[in-house]
């Protein structure tokens, strides 16, 4: 699933002065306030919206004094099938028609000689994953989420810290690679607000978690992208490297299954001080660290996992629900991500 692509072709001066003359053209006749405009911040950019209600929410003609010349696309791939269905993933195999509307639109209504849909390269993609969860409990899931086993190269980007402490979304920053899981209506309901402006109803968006994979600097082509696998790989590994398996329990709960499935005295003994430890820590994240001080790091970090992995095997999440919430047990949501994606 799909939900925005930035995607790029590179052009000779010539070319570029000639798709430039035929856009500027087509909204002379249709829409002069939607002509190409020199962007805000890129002085180097020639930016439209004027296409945006079927999909082309930018069309961008870039260049620079290096001889980059270049005609660029933020694409909604799913408002191209499907008027106002600005909340909507597009499905991999939706792409097929996405291309013929695509290339209908650039090649025989803009006149412009660019290259067939899946040919364009590929700056940016956004996999996504839709899931149904009951309201009150997305928050609750969110700070969850926080404090599983998130990789430590998320915390030297600024942008994690920035947004660390939202209650409704889960923002996760690295060079090349943003994970994004965030509550889908509160999260529209605030872009609203700060827009001044109204928004199309997203009244449907309400009870939607959404998992989304935002990969950058990409190198290929549109057609690479669009594998079924490649993008539930993207969407899930994140998901099973951050939360991974096992349903959430209270402190008191988690021990007490432990206590109930595992005979051997010392693993036993080694599980609730794990499980214990992370429990008085800010998350896995950060007990995984405090368990490797003053040993070999490697060796401490492979024992770490080792028992992270005994406990989810168990069916229980390593991070625990705070008992003042009231619930002794939340499902895991991976089985309903793969469902929302298959």
């Known amino acids: 699933?799909?939900?925005?692509?930035?995607?790029?072709?590179?052009?000779?001066?010539?070319?570029?002065?000639?798709a430039f003359k035929s856009v500027q053209r087509y909204f002379e006749l249709t829409d002069r306030s939607s002509k190409p405009r020199k962007d805000t911040y890129d002085k180097q950019a020639y930016i439209t919206n004027g296409l945006s209600k079927i999909g082309f929410q930018e069309i961008r003609f870039k260049r620079n004094k290096w001889g980059y010349?270049?005609?660029?696309?933020?694409?909604?791939?799913?408002?191209?099938?499907?008027?106002?269905?600005?909340?909507?993933?597009?499905?991999?195999?939706e792409?097929?028609?996405?291309?013929?509307?695509?290339?209908?639109?650039?090649?025989?209504?803009?006149?412009?000689?660019?290259?067939?849909?899946?040919?364009?390269q590929v700056r940016r993609v956004e996999y996504a994953a839709d899931v149904p969860v009951q309201e009150d409990l997305i928050p609750k899931y969110l700070f969850l989420f926080k404090k599983g086993n998130?990789?430590?190269?998320?915390?030297?980007?600024?942008?994690?810290h920035k947004y660390w402490g939202s209650q409704t979304n889960c923002y996760?920053?690295?060079?090349?690679?943003?994970?994004?899981?965030?509550?889908?209506?509160?999260?529209?309901?605030?872009?609203?607000?700060?827009?001044?402006?109204?928004f199309a109803d997203f009244t449907t968006t309400k009870g939607i978690l959404r998992f989304e994979t935002q990969l950058r600097?990409?190198?290929g082509t549109v057609i690479d992208y669009l594998d079924c696998t490649r993008a539930e790989q993207e969407i899930m590994k994140f998901y099973k490297l951050i939360v991974g398996e096992g349903d959430y329990y209270t402190l008191d709960g988690a021990i007490q299954l432990i206590r109930q499935e595992v005979s051997c005295f010392q693993k036993k003994l080694e599980l609730e001080r794990l499980i214990s430890q992370i429990a008085n820590s800010s998350g896995v994240w950060q007990a995984k660290e405090l368990f490797a001080q003053g040993k070999d790091r490697n060796k401490a970090a492979d024992?770490?996992?080792k028992r992270l992995n005994q406990l989810r095997k168990l069916g229980i999440n390593p991070v625990v629900l705070p008992s003042e919430w009231g619930i002794t047990k939340l499902e895991n949501l991976l089985d309903p991500i793969k469902a929302s994606i298959s």
Do not use: C
Request: hydrophobic share 45%; charged share 20%.
């Open 69 to 93: 010349h270049a005609l660029e696309i933020r694409l909604r791939p799913k408002l191209l099938l499907q008027a106002e269905a600005y909340y909507q993933l597009t499905a991999i195999p």
């Open 303 to 305: 024992k770490f996992s």
């Open 1 to 18: 699933m799909i939900d925005m692509m930035y995607i790029f072709y590179r052009m000779t001066r010539v070319e570029y002065n000639e």
């Open 217 to 219: 600097n990409g190198d």
């Open 150 to 160: 998130l990789p430590l190269y998320f915390f030297t980007n600024q942008e994690t």
């Open 95 to 120: 792409f097929q028609d996405v291309a013929l509307r695509f290339n209908h639109i650039l090649k025989d209504i803009l006149g412009l000689m660019v290259p067939q849909f899946f040919q364009w």
């Open 172 to 198: 996760f920053m690295a060079t090349a690679v943003t994970v994004n899981w965030y509550n889908r209506y509160d999260t529209l309901s605030i872009k609203e607000k700060k827009s001044n402006k109204k």
